[in-house]
């Protein structure tokens, strides 16, 4: 493989039963079991359809990682890849300028493999997917 490769976009929800309903009448069905990981402060799924993939993420009680976004409006708040070596590309985001927002961070969705959030010089937020099965 080697690179980046697209994965997903993040969706910030409100009401994740909600909005996967709704996501639902656009032709999205779910993906894989919902999943909760309490280290990144979310509980979500993912959802496949027509367009691209998507993962629908609500914070868990006393959390506040999504406030932000959700206060701004803004629902689709990330892009994700996949990539592969994990290290590898986080150093080139890095020299590229891109900021870390926490270290490299195993992740329930992803069966324990590595993610790690990054903020691009144009303010875009990227998350990168230690590469390995879904």
């Keep these: 493989m080697g690179g980046l490769t697209f994965h997903h976009l993040g969706v910030a929800s409100a009401d994740l039963a909600a909005d996967v309903e709704a996501l639902s009448s656009l032709g999205y069905a779910t993906a894989g079991e919902p999943f909760t990981d309490v280290g990144q402060g979310i509980r979500g799924v993912f959802l496949r ?30 892009q994700a890849f996949l990539a592969d070596p994990f290290q590898a590309e986080l150093r080139q985001l890095r020299e ?34 230690e590469a390995g099965p879904d």
């Design 96 to 129: 590229r300028g891109g900021l870390p927002l926490a270290r490299p961070t195993p992740a329930v969705a992803f069966n324990g493999r590595q993610i790690c959030f990054m903020m691009l010089r144009d303010q875009m937020l990227v998350e990168l997917i």
């Design 49 to 78: 359809g027509p367009g691209p993939q998507l993962e629908v993420v609500e914070q868990l009680p006393g959390s506040t990682v999504l406030e932000d976004w959700l206060a701004r409006g803004v629902r689709i708040y990330h």
